[in-house]
């Protein structure tokens, strides 16, 4: 399909390549050669765009591609990708069959997933490979330290499943510069895996570190390393790259890769006094210009964005007047002389001398980076630069 051209479009979010390959480049020189890549593209690529950031990061060097859903590793055998695929979320019991049928790698934890794999096995003549999740510490996904044995030992009874991967997640190693917790989640993944071992059970592909613990930790990398947020040129968290500076560790030289754009829809004068929006909740105290944006919070731009957020003009900030509306924002431009209808406006990324982050927007509603670009809506089309 002809990838549309953004002088056609109200809205789109621009990938920059070549700061997606610098940040692949930059963790592939963190991590080594010998160590397995794995780029976490779920939730549509932290809402990048999952089937043009996948095929950027295999033709980058990334070994492996990470989803959290069935749905998402299918659409990515679909669309041609053949290099292992790890569902990290919950595959429901009758989804199993399509995920073997796609030889899609499973993350398991359930012993109800371990009695329904060999019978579809079977009858597809495929073997389903495994990467069984253990619970550290975080009491999200994965089985306690106490049944892992058992959990292993049933799997191995059946030569249909292939024991691949054991795998992890950290609590909160993004949250704090104290990583006392983090480090203790660390030790029970290893005892876990001593255990195993002296039941002679070796299990090949062991991971625990994200983009976070890939920067802070290199202990933590074992045999895969995966990158999430670092991916796509932001940091974890302000604690994260404070924690780098406190270990006197170089820090990663990420770029952001996404930009996100619009364009005016109306230009109008308003007189002083006048009211702005749902609500009324702005006020104008001057004959005041108005830029009125094609985008609300149906498209990912956060209602708690009201009368706090702003865009960028011709370089200059326009902030935001009145409530995010479903479809709608307007920002004053009474300072920014000369636009004109359908001028490209920057509601994400850097115009000119000064730049949006997705940290500056999360600052301002509360939240952290991952939600402000995750949520951008997937129907809003992502061209590649």
Partial sequence: MTKPKSEKLLQWVEIDSSALIHNIQQFRKLIGEKRQFLAMVKANAYGHGILEVSRIAVKAGADWLGVHSLEEGILLRESGLTCPILVVGYVPLDGLKDAVAHDLRLMVYNFETLAQL?????????????????????????????????????????????????????ANIEDTTDHTYAQSQLQNFKKIIQELEKNNIEIPLKHMSCSASAILFPATYFDIVR???????????????????????????????????????????????????????YKVSRKTVLAVLPVGYYDGYDRRLSNSSYVLVKGKRAPLRGRVAMDFIMVDTTDIPGTSLEDEIVLLGKEGEDSITADDLASLVGSINYEIVSRINPQIPRIIT
């Fill in 118 to 170: 060999p019978k579809i096995c079977r009858q597809l003549q495929k073997k389903a490979f495994l990467h069984v999740k253990v619970e550290t510490g975080t009491f999200r996904q994965g089985i306690r330290r106490e049944d892992a044995l058992s959990f292993m030992k049933q799997a191995l009874e059946h030569p249909e499943l292939v024991l691949e991967g054991i795998s992890s997640h950290f």
């Fill in 227 to 281: 990158a999430g947020i670092s991916m796509y040129g932001l940091w974890p968290s302000k604690e994260t790259f404070l924690s780098c500076r406190l270990q006197e560790r170089e820090p990663l030289h990420l770029r952001p890769v996404l930009s996100w754009k619009t364009r005016i829809a109306q230009i109008k004068k308003v007189p002083k006094g006048s009211f702005i929006g749902y609500g009324c909740t």
